[in-house]
């Protein structure tokens, strides 16, 4: 007897809990979208999006930036391997003409 008093009373509890929690779920739902905002919440807002534009806009300008100093240096180090590739031409011409 004790053990179907204990399933009885455990079955109530989780569908207890189920109930709560559908009710959750649909207070969840059916609640406003979005909180009204007061005048200085919409401004703090409105000034850290400004602040995240500039930001943004600042990051894309340094990358740029360093994007097109990357590009240089890559040229100067083809440049400086064209150079090393003609001294050892020339160091080979000399070897050769040395023999």
Do not use: C, Y
């Not at 009885?8 to 569908?15: A, E, R």
């Not at 009204?36 to 602040?51: F, V």
């Not at 360093?66 to 003609?86: A, V, W």
């Amino acid at each position: 007897m004790d053990d179907g008093v204990f399933i009885i009373t455990s079955v109530g509890i989780m569908v207890m809990l189920i109930l709560i929690g559908i009710g959750i779920m649909i207070r969840l739902v059916r609640a406003p979208k979005s909180l009204p905002q007061s005048e200085s919440q919409r401004q703090w807002t409105g000034a850290i999006g400004e602040e995240l534009k500039k930001l943004r806009s600042s990051t894309t300008e340094h990358s740029l930036s360093l994007q097109e100093r990357l590009d240089h240096m890559e040229d100067r180090l083809k440049s400086m391997e064209n150079r090393i590739g003609e001294v050892e031409a020339a160091q080979e011409v000399q070897r050769m003409l040395r023999e």
